[in-house]
């Protein structure tokens, strides 16, 4: 049994929600930060935060999305720390200082679980 929960930990089956979620956090910034449009919008980003931000869905939606990132020029993002993780069985809320272009702010992220990923959905 002992050797069955390691396994799940190590394939990372079995996760930490609230952990999970807040890393979903943390690696937006880094993408957003980095422009890595394949990360954010293949990975991080639900359907239909894509389908409404691009106007359009499925691959069409996250190649529309790609090319927005790629546009981004000059933006300095970086996640100073999480304030509060809520969660609430297939959504959470995760509150986080954010410094943009050398301001900090207090910001809320709606996250969704899609495909078994916590995805961001949009921001408060």
Do not use: P
Not at 20 to 45: S, Y
Not at 59 to 80: I, M, N, P, Y
Not at 94 to 114: D, H, M, P, S
């Amino acid at each position: 049994m002992a050797l069955i929960c390691l396994l799940a930990v190590v394939a990372g089956c079995g996760g930490d929600d609230k952990e999970d979620a807040e890393q979903a956090v943390r690696d937006f910034a880094t993408a957003v930060r980095e422009r890595d449009g394949d990360k954010l919008c293949d990975d991080l980003l639900t359907s239909d935060f894509i389908g409404a931000f691009s106007g359009s869905t499925g691959d069409a939606g996250r190649e529309s999305c790609k090319r927005e990132v790629e546009r981004l020029t000059g933006l300095q993002v970086r996640l100073v720390r999480i304030v509060r993780t809520k969660l609430d069985g297939d959504e959470a809320s995760v509150t986080a200082v954010i410094e943009r272009q050398g301001e900090r702010f207090t910001q809320v992220y709606r996250l969704e679980k899609e495909d078994g990923d916590w995805k961001l959905a949009g921001a408060a």
